[in-house]
């Protein structure tokens, strides 16, 4: 069962019956095994969310599953079609807002009110061409509030960097892996590497 999670199938296929399920579900409650959607901290994630529904082996529970994901995508072209118009940009944001509620049974925004919250359900991408140079006096007044900014954004590029290793690692995994074979042999050692 272990050599099953290998972070691509889902758990009905590793563990499809009862029995198994409740093994598989004990190794989650001991930590061995993580089970959930690895999403990551960037624009992308929709587009994971997507993939892991869409392979969802349940036809029904699959339906479900990306039909409120539909429901949220179709809120959030409202909102970028009412770019421009302030009042309608509201009116879109609303919408958005109550459709997630509805959808995921959770509030829009997290930590409201908080330094670290504009935590939105969608927010507007900017760029400016413009370059700035900052001198020593300007440098150390600013250390302080730096580090609640860099901290955020070092999460941020841990997150970004852990998953490009992953993906690197999945792919080169499956590469020595080869067609229809459960474990690899390491080539320097000889060793033989499980699946899981």
């Known amino acids: ?10 758990a009905a296929e590793i563990a499809p019956d009862p029995r198994r399920a409740e093994a598989l579900e004990s190794l989650v409650e001991a930590g061995i095994v993580w089970r959930g959607v690895n999403l990551p901290y960037n624009p992308r994630a929709e587009r994971v969310l997507r993939d892991a529904l869409t ?19 179709r809120a959030r072209a409202a909102v970028a079609a009412a770019a421009g118009d302030a009042d309608a940009l509201a009116v ?10 509805a959808v995921t049974g959770t509030e829009p925004q997290r930590r409201d009110g908080q330094m670290y919250a504009g935590r939105r359900v969608c927010y507007e991408e900017t760029v400016r061409d413009v370059d700035l140079t900052f001198g020593r006096p300007i440098l150390e007044a600013l250390a302080g509030p730096f580090g609640t900014v860099l901290l955020p954004a070092a999460r941020w590029l841990s997150a970004a960097l852990a998953e490009a290793y992953d993906d690197a690692f999945r792919a080169l995994y499956r590469d020595l892996l080869g067609p229809g ?4 042999r390491c080539r320097r050692s000889g060793t033989r590497r499980s699946a899981c």
């Open 181 to 184: 074979r459960t474990a690899c």
């Open 55 to 73: 392979a969802i082996p349940e036809p029904r529970a699959r339906e479900r599953a990306l039909a409120g994901l539909d429901r949220l995508d």
């Open 92 to 101: 879109a944001l609303e919408r958005l807002d109550a459709e997630f509620t």
């Open 1 to 10: 069962m272990l050599s099953g999670c290998d972070g691509v199938r889902c």
